[in-house]
Structure formats: structure tokens, C-alpha cells
């Protein structure tokens, strides 16, 4: 497998349970992500080869500038877009090797790629064997864009005995947060998030509400002057991006967790993952109309129109108002995530993907021996 999300630890559920289910996997990762490093945890379960990459933080331009050596896997799955460079470079090797793949793809925006990526995406398309979609909506763009080739929805997994409800009352305490009404946002802090939507809509609700922001990014120092002019400041906390397993942590602080995003000329909600995580932890999501949300959440939730400050608002003091609302919603998201959202459930998922490729490849083997007069 070769994974730039691998960087991260909480991403690595996935892949213990595929070793449970009895897949020998070794895991090519970089050595960081754009500004995130490599979270490493102690496993024997699987190897993990951590090799340099360059042009991280761009989906289109990374790959690996050494020498990747033989390609013996029986499959090849790469969690990479199809139309970027390390998917070529690594299905161009497996060509080579006569190896099947299998790709991943996260793209919900019907897009048309310039050279030479529109080639990168076309040599996938004619080599690899199988993709993994998201969500519905993404295996309806990879169809529109000319893959013939099975296609199976396996979106993200959580594990859940990692994020699960706990008592965060010292992390609480540590915050000065006691007796208030913590409304969170965990992620990236960017426009498309919907930062500024979120700050205006805490401006609108009762003193003892208060905003937790958990992560970094270009919108922050806006984010926090638009807080100032607001009048809200006092009511923020600010934690700089924390490592992946500490989230739950964070998660637990909450009483709601909020993703309001905004979907763009270029960019929507592909899934929203932090929704599966407080769901799990039986903390109640609200979350905009924009791309998977509302079909990640379904009735574990509230959702509001994109953009929509007002309704945000409603929603968050709807919660605010009705305690028992927030722990009905929140056993609903727990049982809604050990039903579709686990590691092992994505596991399976994926697991099947790589016998039917191996099957497939075993008749064409077959097949083609017989025609040439050996079988």
C-alpha cells in the first residue's frame, strides 16, 4: 500500500485490521506531509517503509525520488488519486511487474485535468484493476470520467475502542472550560472550512457558549481578528494542531462538534472524518450541506445549509436547549458508526477489493495459458 495519509497514526486502524484478516501489507509512506510528520507507532504487524518524497502537500506533483525496488506484492493498492504523479509512477512499475492494482480515489468535482495529468489519470484508468470511492458520489465522477473498471464505496474507519465517550473533566479543568457549553471545531483552520461562518454563529448564542478551535492553518490570524472585531475572543480556545491519537481527548471535551464547510469552484466536503469521531465518542455533530456531510451524519446529527450563519446558530442553540436531544443524537452516532464506520468494517470492505482483483487475475492467467497451449 502506498499512502500518504499514512502519516498519520489514527490512519493506521485500517491497516492492523486488514493484518488481522490475514494480508501480509507493507506501507510506503513519506516522512511527513506538508507541515504534519510522521506519526510512528511501535507495530510488528506490518512493515512500514518510510522512503523521501518530494512536493509534499501537493496531491498532483509528489513521488518518491529513489529507488522503490522489486514489486512482489500479490496486489498493489495505491490510496493515491489517479490522475497525480506518484499513482503513475508506482502504476507504471506494477505494469512492468505485471502486478495487479488497486486504486483510491476521494475526487467528488467533476474536473478536467491539464497535461500531463489527464494522461497520468488515463494510464490508470487503462491498468489498474479496480477503484475504491468514498462515497456514491464520488464513484458516479470516476464513472463520468471514463473508469469501466469495478468500483466499490469504502470511505474512512475509525477504531472504536480508541474513540469512545471518557471522562475529560481534568483536560477541562486544565482549559478553564468548567460549567461552559463547548462547541468545537477540530481541523484545519482554512476559509473553506467555514471558520468564519462558525465565528459568527458563537456570536449569536448564550455567554456560556464557547468555541473550541483545535488546529492551524492560513485562516487563523484572519479567523482571530474577526473574533476580536466580534466581541468574542474571551470566548475561544485556541490548541494548536494536536497529534491524531490525542484527539479523542479533545473530542470529549465537546458537548457539539461543528463542520461547517463551504463548498468552492475547486473543493468540497469530500467526507468529513472528524464526524465519524464524535459520533463515536457520543457527541452530537452539526454539519453544513456541503458534499458528504449530511450523508455521513445522517440522523446522528443536525445539518444546515452551507453559508447559512443564522441557521447554524438555530441548530447549536436548538442543542444548547435540549440536553436529552444531545444524548439521544449521540448514542444514535455511536451505533451509526460501529454499524458502517469501524477499521474493520473498511477493512473487509477493502479486503474483498483485493480477492476479487486476485481472482480475476487468476482466470485471466488461466485463461490466456490456455490459448498459448499449456493449461
Not at 484508468?125 to 469501466?148: N, P, Q, T, V, Y
Not at 438555530?314 to 436531544?325: G, I, P, S, V, W
Amino acid at each position: 500500500m502506498v499512502s500518504k495519509s499514512g502519516v498519520l497514526a489514527a490512519h493506521h486502524g485500517k491497516l492492523r485490521e486488514l493484518v488481522k484478516l490475514g494480508v501480509d501489507l507493507t506501507l510506503i509512506v513519506p516522512p511527513r506531509w506538508g507541515d504534519q510528520s510522521l506519526e510512528l507507532t511501535e507495530t510488528t504487524d506490518y512493515e512500514i517503509r518510510v522512503l523521501p518524497c518530494w512536493f509534499t502537500r501537493y496531491n498532483h506533483l509528489h513521488f518518491y525520488p529513489t529507488r522503490i525496488g522489486p514489486i512482489d506484492a500479490d496486489v498493489v493498492h495505491l490510496e493515491e488519486e489517479p490522475w497525480s504523479l506518484v499513482t503513475y509512477q508506482f502504476m507504471r512499475k506494477c505494469v512492468k511487474a505485471q502486478r495487479p492494482v488497486v486504486f483510491t480515489t476521494l475526487q467528488n468535482i467533476l474536473k478536467k485535468y491539464p497535461p500531463p495529468f489527464d494522461f497520468f489519470e488515463r494510464y490508470t484508468f487503462s491498468h489498474a484493476c479496480a477503484a475504491i470511492a468514498g462515497s456514491d458520489e464520488i464513484a458516479r465522477i470516476l464513472r463520468a470520467r471514463g473508469f469501466k473498471k469495478p468500483v466499490t464505496i469504502a470511505a474512512y474507519g475509525i477504531d472504536p475502542t480508541v474513540f469512545v465517550k471518557r471522562d475529560a473533566s481534568p483536560l477541562r479543568r486544565s482549559l478553564g472550560l468548567e460549567g461552559a457549553f463547548i462547541v468545537g471545531f477540530i481541523g484545519r483552520i482554512i476559509a473553506a472550512k467555514g471558520i468564519a461562518e462558525l465565528i459568527r454563529a458563537l456570536a449569536l448564542l448564550p455567554p456560556t457558549c464557547v468555541l473550541l478551535m483545535v488546529g492551524s492553518g492560513s485562516f487563523l490570524d484572519e479567523a482571530k481578528r474577526l473574533a476580536e472585531s466580534l466581541g468574542v475572543s474571551s470566548r475561544i480556545r485556541w490548541i494548536r494542531q494536536v497529534e491524531s491519537l490525542q484527539v479523542p481527548d479533545y473530542v470529549n471535551l465537546l458537548d457539539v462538534l461543528v463542520l461547517p464547510s463551504r463548498t468552492t469552484s475547486r473543493w468540497k466536503e469530500q467526507f468529513g472524518r472528524v464526524l465519524i469521531e464524535a459520533m463515536a465518542c457520543e457527541k452530537p455533530p452539526v454539519g453544513s450541506s456541503s458534499g458528504e456531510i449530511p450523508n455521513v451524519i445522517g440522523d446522528a446529527g443536525l445539518t444546515f445549509p452551507e453559508g447559512d450563519v443564522q441557521a447554524l446558530a438555530e441548530r447549536l442553540r436548538y442543542l444548547f436547549e435540549n440536553a436529552d436531544l444531545r444524548e439521544q443524537l449521540g448514542k444514535t452516532g455511536r451505533a451509526r458508526v460501529m454499524q458502517n464506520f469501524t477499521d474493520r468494517c473498511i477493512a473487509e470492505e477493502t479486503l474483498k477489493v483485493y480477492n476479487q482483483v486476485l481472482s480475476s487475475t487468476d482466470r485471466k492467467s488461466v485463461e490466456h495459458e490456455a490459448r498459448i497451449g499449456v493449461a
